[in-house]
């Protein structure tokens, strides 16, 4: 079985360790967001590829989710000492590497998916990791300034320094309406057998995703079962602050109104949560296959277990 | 009193420390042998100049001599296990900021000589410390191959991979001759009151900074006072293997040899080991002025002393 997830940071990260335990022997792509990346300090940085790449090849910090385990942070301490800016952003020891090569490798000329695939080779994934784009999207959120006016900031601004605090306006991919499919990103979505989005920010990482053009029209004519996870549980996000970008968009913070948001177009089949069950009729009004079920990625076994209701639900809908 | 020194790496770095010292009140120039220099993984990496501004600046792994203390290295243990070459270089994790830094103001079109001064803003070493030349200079040591073949390397390939174990059959600072001596090298060559040598590598540091066509003429024409301390004891470098590429020079490894190769046109003053007495009748005989002192920087007291009887017998060659 081939299965493509569309996948953002520690959500998706975390929903593809499920995945995989539930479906072994399936061949599985991940296309990943690259709208959060950010150059800091000359460096490319990839967090949401990172958090993935980390977390299938066993190098995460598990109890923090990004980032890699057995850290220390004596590079950005003393960038921080030369008083270099920007100081907000928690980038480890460890973790400077994987960026010092991809830079490199950036500027000898080779695209961020052959990048992403040389860094791969170390952390063996287990799944086949593509970057949404070779080209470059960073999105950028639209936050009241002082006094009425606006100003616009990388959204790694908006969510790590500002940790999203203030109202976001509008989220925008910049770049995205340039930008290509990276290689092997269409090829995998037509040849699917099943398309998932994980419980990633639909807004920010699966939106960045869709938002590059040929993607989203790739997976409404794929012709295969696209099933989602809510991100939203009780009307929250159950991590991260997806509900202040969801507002940018006009977009509910319910996981009724998230599946709509994607809408019958996209989406053949969505969960829920077992306590929005009375999501379930809302969703299947709208012309989208929904099953209540527990959404919460306490540990791998009931990660896996949330993969195989997307699965079935998948089975389902081909039906 | 202005004082210019020639410095390279660890012994200059720690004569200055004496020299600042034993003259509080002077205002010393530093002028930091660059031809070490080397990229590793798409950074800028100036071992000699990081030496001077982490010893003068208190951040110096005193036990080693060079790199920060209280250092870590987890950036080069994870390239190391990305496969990414070279494994050899040390570059701890600390340190590593320095490099990004400097990088990436090179990268945004600030000359060196720019750079460190913003470097040396964090490290005030109580010093002025510029390199040589903004250009790119190499030092690179030709040596015997396999089967009588020549192979030429990269300075610090033949000193930390090859640890000097092989014979140097040349030293060529490359670039050099088309190089151009820093912004305020010549200036503070010309206005200097007295010019010291210490007990640097003859041949890759202070005879890399003498390659850069106007420092040597600019020296040999200060009309003030120019001392040397040898870096030669007891026909065997203090440390480090200054032997191996003075052999390279056809200097042989001694003290009077040593202000031979510099020459009388260059050097007025030149101090030697105590234990090389027997030195000071041949170096006087080739008309330069020497004295027999002890020259090992055993402590901060030891090597001020030692920059003390350089400023005298400098004061004696004025006289």
């Not at 605090?165 to 990103?185: H, L």
């Not at 099943?194 to 938002?211: K, M």
């Not at 296959?289 to 997307?310: F, G, H, I, K, S």
Request: hydrophobic residues 50%; proline residues 5%.
């Amino acid at each position: 079985m081939r299965i493509v997830v569309l996948a953002g940071g520690i959500g998706g990260a975390r929903f593809l360790r499920g995945l995989r335990a539930a479906a072994p022997e399936a061949d599985i792509t991940v296309i990943g967001n690259t709208g959060d990346d950010i150059h800091l300090f000359g460096l490319k940085v990839c967090p949401d590829l990172d958090t993935v790449m980390y977390t299938l090849g066993g190098g995460i910090n598990e109890e923090q989710g990004w980032g890699r385990a057995d850290e220390t942070f004596h590079v950005k301490e003393e960038l921080a000492a030369y008083g270099v800016e920007p100081t907000w952003f928690g980038l480890g020891d460890r973790d400077f590497a994987t960026h010092v090569i991809r830079t490199q490798m950036l500027g000898a000329g080779y695209p961020l998916s052959a990048v992403t695939e040389a860094l791969c080779a170390r952390w063996k994934p287990g799944v086949r990791l593509l970057p949404m784009t070779d080209d470059r999207v960073e999105t950028h959120v639209a936050i009241q300034a002082e006094e009425g006016t606006r100003k616009v900031v990388h959204f790694q601004e908006y969510w790590v320094k500002l940790r999203a605090a203030v109202a976001a306006e509008a989220v925008v991919p910049v770049g995205a309406d340039q930008s290509k499919p990276a290689p092997g990103v269409l090829e995998a979505i037509s040849t699917a057998d099943v398309i998932l989005f994980p419980p990633s920010n639909p807004v920010v990482s699966i939106g960045a995703i869709l938002a590059v053009p040929g993607i989203r029209e790739a997976i409404a004519e794929a012709g295969v079962p696209v099933v989602g996870l809510s991100p939203i549980v009780g009307g929250a996000p159950v991590r991260g602050m997806a509900d202040k970008v969801l507002a940018a968009v006009g977009v509910e913070t319910t996981a009724a109104a998230v599946a709509a948001h994607y809408g019958s177009g996209l989406l053949d089949g969505w969960l829920v949560h077992t306590s929005d069950a009375d999501a379930v009729a809302d969703v299947e009004a709208a012309g989208i296959r929904c099953r209540a079920v527990p959404l919460l990625m306490a540990d791998l076994d009931a990660t896996a277990q949330m993969a195989r209701e997307a699965l079935a639900l998948a089975e389902e809908a081909r039906a």
